[in-house]
């Protein structure tokens, strides 16, 4: 059985993003960079108060950078050890994890791409997104769509960030939608499935990336594969 190697982190600063989301910045021990590919995961691990170790998956929410940071975005699941734990730790606090792991990341060659997240589904987005638009190579002659499903206004996470980088970059749409929007929002309402057609129309030719709860995800997916979408253009990741 493989062996995989145990890192030490300390949480940097732990940041409401909602009632019952953070976003969790993490500093990795003893090293000067630490490695991942946007969209990988890693193996949290911990031991509850009767002494049973637990380990949960999360994906990165941080590009890679030139430090060994890595950041989080975690829901408290009610009655859920690791997410309140998590959520509950002090800065300075240390953490234990394994990784990095997943082959959910961008596929050569790039195509024009849809993302589609909901809730913290947007954490392996946030990660794909920051790296793509950082060079002008890495993404020149494509364009971006983030479609992220939230209930409320306040719950379309990093919202500022996402507006800030469609306001520098022409060819990338941020397009959220609220099921449970107040009467005064202005942008798109209800699920997420209902407008991804919008956004592909009749294209069979470009990437999509779907990443949030199981219902949303077999939806989307249906979804494209009856407008002639070939399986192996739809890449996603669930989290329950």
């Known amino acids: 059985m493989a062996q995989f190697k145990t890192f030490d982190a300390r949480l940097l600063r732990s940041v409401p993003l909602s009632e019952f989301t953070r976003h969790l910045e993490l500093e990795v021990n003893g090293v ?3 490695g991942f590919v946007s969209g990988q995961w890693l193996s949290v691990k911990t031991n ?9 998956a999360y994906s990165i929410a941080s590009p890679p950078a030139e430090n060994g940071h890595v950041a989080f975005c975690l829901n ?3 009655d859920g050890f690791m997410s309140n734990y998590l959520c509950s730790l002090d800065e300075g606090a240390k953490i234990a994890f394994q990784g990095p792991f997943g082959d959910f990341i961008l596929r050569p060659p790039l195509r024009d791409t849809v993302l589609i997240a909901t809730g913290t589904g ?3 987005f946030r990660s794909m997104l920051h790296w793509l638009l950082a060079e002008g190579d890495r993404h020149h002659g494509h364009q971006f769509w983030l ?5 409320r206004e306040q719950d379309i ?6 507006e800030h980088l469609t306001a520098g970059h022409t060819n990338f749409h941020f397009l959220p939608t609220l099921s449970r929007a107040a009467p005064e929002w202005k942008g798109l309402r209800g699920y997420v499935q209902e407008h991804l057609a919008e956004i592909v129309g009749t294209r069979t030719d470009m990437h999509a990336y779907i990443c949030g709860l199981d219902k949303m995800v077999k939806a989307n997916r249906e979804l494209l594969k009856s407008l002639g979408w070939d ?10």
């Not at 509850?48 to 949960?56: A, K, V, Y």
């Not at 479609?147 to 209930?151: C, K, N, Y």
């Open 157 to 162: 996470y990093y919202r500022e960030e996402f």
């Open 147 to 151: 479609l992220f499903g939230a209930r």
């Open 122 to 124: 947007i954490a392996p």
């Open 231 to 240: 399986r192996t253009s739809i890449r996603y990741e669930k989290y329950d």
């Open 76 to 78: 408290r699941v009610q």
């Open 48 to 56: 509850t108060p009767d002494g049973e170790e637990m380990t949960r």
């Open 32 to 34: 000067t960079r630490f």
